[in-house]
């Protein structure tokens, strides 16, 4: 069966922090994996990432992708309150080609 | 900036009762998804839509789900006769290109209450 598993489920640290989530997956036709960040409800696109190896960056977001060991990371540097938010990773690929399989999300709280 | 709209926000019914949520994809955007997220729930796909046709669907998407295009602008889910666990945001979204090779863009979900 298809699945994205996120770690951890949730996070509390404090302003400036670092944090590190992680995506992993198994997907059949693997095609690219996404990273959303969900507030209070429709997710916003972060990234999307197709080759290992190559990091993509947004200001203080960073993400890469490991397709050998089958798993993302998604860094947030000086983290701010405004950070504070569940992050979702997805994956399309699955038996069809247009679907999404989506982590249930890591609830990241940050404390001013 | 264009954006993807969903009617109502908040939508309340009775269980057994059919409900249509409202979608109005970015206009020039070809494909069209609606996805489902259960409170406290992983986002869950229901199905796409492409060229006025399903492309793909999920098991969730049984015979109680339709979806339409019913003119240029809107797409539209149907739930035909509303169970309480039918209970969930409502999230539609819609790409240019197909498949993922471009962002899926998200509307603002419709909440679903069924009693």
């Known amino acids: 069966e298809d699945k994205v598993v996120q770690s951890p489920l949730s996070l509390v640290v404090h302003e400036g922090d670092t944090v590190t989530l992680n995506c992993s997956y198994e997907?059949?036709?693997?095609?690219?994996l996404l990273w959303y960040k969900q507030e209070k409800k429709a997710p916003t696109f972060l990234f999307m990432l197709?080759?290992s190896g190559i990091e993509k960056k947004s200001g203080r977001l960073s993400s890469i992708l490991d397709k050998k060991e089958l798993f993302s990371i998604l860094n947030i540097t000086a983290t701010q309150t405004g950070d504070s938010a569940v992050y979702l990773c997805?994956?399309?690929?699955?038996?069809?080609?247009?679907?999404?399989?989506w982590g249930a999300g890591t609830k990241l709280i940050i404390k001013p | 900036e264009p954006e993807v709209t969903q009617t109502p926000s908040h939508q309340v019914t009775q269980m057994g009762q059919e409900v249509i949520l409202r979608c109005v994809p970015i206009s020039n955007h070809l494909y069209f998804y609606w996805y489902r997220q259960i409170l406290g729930q992983k986002v869950e796909f229901l199905v796409s839509?492409?060229?006025?046709?399903?492309?793909?669907k999920s098991e969730i998407f049984d015979d109680q789900f339709s979806v339409e295009r019913p003119d240029g602008s809107n797409f539209t889910l149907k739930i035909r006769s509303t169970k309480l666990e039918d209970s969930a945001m409502y999230f539609c979204?819609?790409?240019?290109?197909?498949?993922?090779?471009?962002?899926?863009?998200f509307g603002p979900g419709t909440r679903l209450t069924v009693l």
């Open positions: 979204a819609s790409s240019e290109r197909r498949g993922l090779t471009d962002t899926q863009y």
């Open positions: 197709t080759s």
């Open positions: 839509f492409y060229n006025n046709e399903i492309s793909e």
């Open positions: 997805a994956v399309e690929g699955g038996p069809g080609n247009y679907q999404l399989i």
């Open positions: 997907v059949t036709n693997f095609r690219s």
